[in-house]
């Protein structure tokens, strides 16, 4: 149970080339003196067996190898099944060339009468001042000019109440800003800016048989729809639906962030009032990602709001891990037995729930460490390995590194630095504003403890709770080694949960995060082991902090193992706040459910092998109505089973498994597939190479 994984091998890999495939070396061709993190290094240690002979291949090779389905609170998966409906075409009114006017003067004309209210006018006044209405009327509504107001309004009060002011005096015809001063900006808007009455967007978002909202039913809150994405962030993917819908991104709502580097569904809620067919407009500029499956809902989404996701993993190159070089049927017959008795004990057994290598970053010094340098107010410590110059790094930033290594000067490495590396170009650029103290030439403490303030919060975030995580997979290690699945007084299972959706904000564990992490931990007696009312799934242990209950038979190891690094996990406060850690919980195992594989004998390395639910919405539809489509991507499997069966007496032919399971929130395919294959993964999810 406690045998150490971890080959040393060589990676061909860059902050800048995830997308390539990655080759990997054998320990016996491997150079002694490359540096890379294993699992090992971040307390990954422990299998749950090894009666089973485990293979190896390569995953990710392509994004569209690695499929991920979210699965509602309602345990739906979530399916890409339409691209929303066809807009219908409005049509445009032609004029005669005698007819058309000056639109312009004609307004003029029309609007040379207007009178503003008497008792909006009064209101208005109270606020901005006679000079400034008097303004508003004459230059921007009769005139068209664009006019400033004298005053400024540091009142979000006053500022909300001129708005709607504006808009009910002069009929939704005007638009006024917020200048950066907090002063008004007034003009006349156009046809695309102006806001319209509530009956107006339920009219213009009637289809061609007056139905409203196109048959999605009446308007609520918030309009909820299925995100499908291809090799996206998920944030990523919100802030450009944001943008091109001109509203902040606050308004998107998740109900848990995606693997980047593959093909997922989602659903996102939007909070607006903004009719239905902007938002299903989107299809038409969006790519890499699609959008449909409408429903109008009184709430909207938030971190946790799901059940989990389903996998649906392509495996290639597949071989046994003896080395015994086996190919034709008789691999087959040796993977299928393998599979069957792995994805049973799987579900029997699970895998030990560590969080993966991709929490611990993509460079050669790991985030936990720091994280670690942070939580002993080491801020220069954390500052100076952020910018250090080391393995694995974006080789757009070396000169910038080397800059700093060499001089220390931030005015010269800011220069060098890309924006797009935020953390090392927020330091940086703060630094750069700051004077070296001329008696040990460097920046002061505060600097440093100012530069880090500076990063982003959610990135600040991932240090700390890196450690946090590195502490656990340790602890639960040890947890493992010393007492197997067994469970013993003074285990830890959850005694209550409080519906709080205290989750780990930073976004950062890509297979989501649980809503309740918020959580009181019960110590077990005797009595309650022999109640049978608790199983090892049950079990869980705590990250530190200031505010959970450590197992009576761990908290030696927790002592010992964070005073290495001069910490206590009965010291987790700090002076500042968000670097006070609370801690949480969580299950030492996880365990899939409906798991299944299918292996699959294909012919050249860059073949297709699933298909996207695009690929199968786009196809079936093509078929339905008589278009030219492909018989290969009618269904998830791109190879049938018949030209599989051909494929594989072919003597060049390769090998893949697909996989397909689901699993619970904050838990990592990466780990069940280390359990399952025996192998060594890599920090970014992309690789696996036999132990």
Partial sequence: MSEIIGEKRQLENSAEEQNKKIKIESKATEPETEVSLKERDVGITEYLYNDIEGFRGTIKQRYSDFIVNEITEENEIV????KGFKQPEKKKQELDPEQKVDKRASLKEERSIFELEPEIKIELAKIIGEEDVENIVNKVYKNFEIYETIKTFDSKEERTLIHQLIRKGFNNELESRTNNNNSFKLLNGNTKNQRIGKQQLIESQKDANGVENFGYGPSKQFIHFTLYKENKETMDACN?????????????????TKDKRGITCQRVSLETRMGLSRVNALNKTLKGLCIGSYEFKETGLK???????????ALRNVALNNGDVMTGPKLEMVLNKILEASCTKLMDTG?????????????SIPTYEIGKKILKNDYKGACCLLLSNQKNVDSKTLESRICWEETRDATQAVKLMPRRNVAEFTILSHLATKTKDTNFDDYSTDDYFTAILKIPRNLRLIYIHSYQSYIWNLATSERINKFGLKIIPGDLVIAKKEQIPVVDEDNFEVEDVAKDNFVRAKALTEEDISSGKYTVFDLILPTPGFD???????????????????????DMTRKVKEFSLPGSYRNILGRPTDMSYKIVNYMNENDDLLNSDLDILNNN????????????????????DEQSSKNVFAKEHKVAV????????????TMLLRELLKIETSRNGDLISSI
């Fill in 351 to 363: 895998f030990i729930n560590y969080f993966g290598m991709q929490r611990f970053g993509s460079f």
């Fill in 303 to 313: 971190l946790g709001d799901l059940n989990g996701n389903k996998f649906t993993i």
């Fill in 658 to 669: 697909i996989l397909e399971f689901n699993l619970t929130t904050s838990s990592y395919a």
């Fill in 79 to 82: 399916v890409l099944k339409d």
């Fill in 548 to 570: 959970i209950t450590y197992p009576d038979h761990m908290v030696e190891f927790y002592k010992e193992f964070m005073a290495k690094d001069e910490l206590s996990p009965f």
């Fill in 240 to 256: 450009l639906l944001a943008r091109l819908l001109k509203v902040p991104t606050k308004t998107l709502g998740i109900a848990g």
């Fill in 621 to 640: 539809t093509a078929l339905k109505n008589g278009r030219q489509y492909s018989k290969n991507k009618l269904t998830k499997y791109f190879v049938s």
